[in-house]
């Protein structure tokens, strides 16, 4: 089952709306047969792939697969279909597929076929190597990871609002890598009018440019900023319904897809649905502490990636990466799982996630 996740992994963030998914097949004394993982939706499942070069596995072969065979047709037919065509006896399965359409019926398929299938090995692991799938495919909303830049007192800027930098420069390369992880990269307005950035990912070497997403509830967003001028990925900004209609023409006319909230405060959540109504399965959002905040209040916020310097502000005035959570009792806080510690050049980089992830 190891094996199978570390194939699995070899196509992390490249499979999206669909999970990494690796799968084995070995003979009685353990010794490998086959090895298969999904490589990008639309094409063949891991299973699919490990099996294909036998007309019938032999009697003592075992499937490890880190996912739930699947039993419904989707872009392509159920593996539990093939795998009772090539005669697989037994499978060994790592965890459970929340996707509402299989959810269990993928292992209930096999058994009624007389298959002897073992679920749960490895489980953690094989569920955890899956967090953007596992939240899109249940709730219909992308996956939304939170990122910010801060000293060791937790500010992202002085009280003036100078801040670059906080962070060193491999801390910006690796934040760069979070980019192209994510299907969309969201800012806040104020950020936008800050630091005009670019969203783009300038440094790995991954081929994905994520759609870049701009929160302004007035639509008034300045022409020449890169988000408007740059057209090389797709751009949507999420509006409130006081947005001028000449405003949203003139957006549209400069290629940027404008999502128009009911209200005149575009709820997170409401943008959320949106976005993952155009195709969109996790997003990073990089700012500012408003649009952060305004994230961890709606419980929106599924992870954390904070790179934290070892300089302290020191100073009131100066703002904290999470905004204002208005909470007044600390049993009411957000308490984040501390999941990993990453030394990045003088950096570190913290990953949390917030509960129930
Ligand atoms: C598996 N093995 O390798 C994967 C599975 O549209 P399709 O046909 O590719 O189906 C996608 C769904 O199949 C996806 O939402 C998930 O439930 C399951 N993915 N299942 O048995 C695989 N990638
Ligand atoms: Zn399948």
Same mark, same amino acid.
């Given at each position: 089952?190891?094996?199978?996740?570390?194939?699995?992994?070899?196509?992390?963030?490249?499979?999206?709306?669909?999970?990494?998914?690796?799968?084995?097949?070995?003979?009685?004394?353990?010794?490998?047969?086959?090895?298969?993982?999904?490589?990008?939706?639309?094409?063949?499942?891991?299973?699919?792939?490990?099996?294909?070069?036998?007309?019938?596995?032999?009697?003592?072969?075992?499937?490890?697969?880190?996912?739930?065979?699947?039993?419904?047709?989707?872009?392509?037919?159920?593996?539990?279909?093939?795998?009772?065509?090539?005669?697989?006896?037994?499978?060994?399965?790592?965890?459970?597929?929340?996707?509402?359409?299989?959810?269990?019926?993928?292992?209930?398929?096999?058994?009624?076929?007389?298959?002897?299938?073992?679920?749960?090995?490895?489980?953690?692991?094989?569920?955890?190597?899956?967090?953007?799938?596992n939240k899109h495919i249940v709730t219909g909303m992308p996956y939304v990871t939170a990122k910010a830049a801060t000293s060791l007192d937790g500010?992202?800027?002085?009280?003036?609002?100078?801040?670059?930098?906080?962070?060193?420069?491999?801390?910006?390369?690796?934040?760069?890598?979070?980019?192209?992880?994510?299907?969309?990269?969201?800012?806040?307005?104020?950020?936008?009018?800050?630091?005009?950035?670019?969203?783009?990912?300038?440094? !790995?070497?991954? +081929?994905?440019?994520?759609?870049?997403? %701009?929160?302004?509830? &007035?639509?008034?967003?300045?022409?020449?900023? =890169? /988000?408007?001028?740059?057209?090389?990925?797709?751009?949507?900004?999420?509006?409130?319904?006081?947005?001028?209609?000449?405003?949203?023409?003139?957006?549209?006319?400069?290629?940027?897809?404008?999502?128009?909230?009911?209200?005149?405060?575009?709820?997170?959540?409401?943008?959320?649905?949106?976005?993952?109504?155009?195709?969109?399965?996790?997003?990073?959002?990089?700012?500012?502490?408003?649009?952060?905040?305004?994230?961890?209040r709606e419980q929106a916020v599924d992870q954390l990636c904070l790179f934290i310097s070892g300089k302290i502000i020191g100073d009131w005035q100066?703002?904290?990466?999470?905004?204002?959570?208005?909470?007044?009792?600390? !049993?009411?806080? +957000?308490?984040?799982?501390?999941?990993? %510690?990453?030394?990045? &050049?003088?950096?570190?980089?913290?990953?949390? =996630? /917030?509960?129930?992830?």
């Amino acid at each position: 089952m190891r094996r199978a996740i570390e194939l699995a992994l070899t196509a992390q963030f490249r499979t999206d709306p669909n999970p990494v998914v690796g799968a084995v097949l070995v003979d009685g004394s353990g010794r490998t047969l086959a090895e298969g993982f999904h490589q990008k939706a639309g094409a063949p499942h891991a299973e699919v792939v490990a099996l294909e070069r036998f007309e019938s596995v032999p009697e003592d072969a075992i499937l490890f697969v880190s996912l739930e065979p699947c039993n419904h047709h989707g872009k392509t037919p159920p593996c539990t279909e093939l795998i009772l065509k090539k005669k697989v006896k037994k499978v060994v399965v790592g965890c459970l597929d929340p996707n509402p359409q299989v959810s269990g019926r993928g292992v209930a398929r096999l058994r009624e076929n007389g298959v002897s299938v073992s679920t749960g090995v490895c489980e953690t692991e094989c569920r955890d190597i899956n967090r953007v799938f596992n939240k899109h495919i249940v709730t219909g909303m992308p996956y939304v990871t939170a990122k910010a830049a801060t000293s060791l007192d937790g500010k992202t800027a002085m009280a003036s609002g100078e801040s670059q930098w906080i962070t060193g420069d491999l801390s910006r390369v690796r934040g760069h890598m979070l980019r192209s992880q994510h299907q969309a990269i969201a800012i806040g307005r104020q950020t936008l009018m800050d630091d005009n950035p670019r969203l783009t990912d300038r440094y !790995s070497a991954h +081929p994905y440019q994520p759609v870049r997403v %701009v929160y302004a509830s &007035g639509g008034n967003i300045p022409f020449k900023s =890169y /988000f408007v001028v740059d057209k090389q990925t797709r751009r949507v900004l999420i509006a409130g319904s006081g947005i001028s209609g000449n405003m949203e023409k003139k957006l549209v006319a400069e290629g940027v897809e404008v999502m128009i909230s009911p209200d005149k405060r575009p709820s997170v959540i409401w943008s959320l649905a949106q976005l993952y109504k155009a195709g969109i399965c996790s997003m990073l959002i990089e700012g500012g502490s408003e649009l952060i905040g305004s994230a961890i209040r709606e419980q929106a916020v599924d992870q954390l990636c904070l790179f934290i310097s070892g300089k302290i502000i020191g100073d009131w005035q100066a703002k904290a990466w999470s905004g204002y959570l208005g909470i007044e009792k600390l !049993s009411q806080v +957000p308490h984040l799982s501390l999941d990993q %510690v990453e030394k990045i &050049g003088e950096d570190l980089m913290l990953t949390c =996630y /917030f509960p129930n992830v």
